[in-house]
């Protein structure tokens, strides 16, 4: 099995594609999901840009 560790950065957001699976593994401390749902569907990719556009997310790829 491939997997990723991800670097928690405080005051930004890592967002999963809930499209494609994954798991996540908590090795230490806390850790808090927020789901979001949206009365309409956008494209997950759109919703990266414009999280990223806001200086919530990271850019794609930067990691």
């Known amino acids: 099995m491939h997997y990723r ?13 809930k ?3 994954y798991t996540v593994i908590n090795l230490d401390g806390d850790s808090h999901l927020f ?3 949206f ?3 956008v ?3 759109e919703l990266r840009e414009r999280l990223a556009s ?3 997310l990271e850019p794609a790829g930067s990691q």
Do not use: V
């Open 35 to 37: 789901s979001l749902e």
């Open 5 to 17: 560790e991800l670097a928690y950065e405080p005051g930004l957001f890592d967002l999963f594609n």
């Open 19 to 21: 499209q494609i699976p």
């Open 54 to 56: 806001a200086g919530l």
């Open 43 to 45: 494209p997950f990719g």
């Open 39 to 41: 009365t309409e569907a």
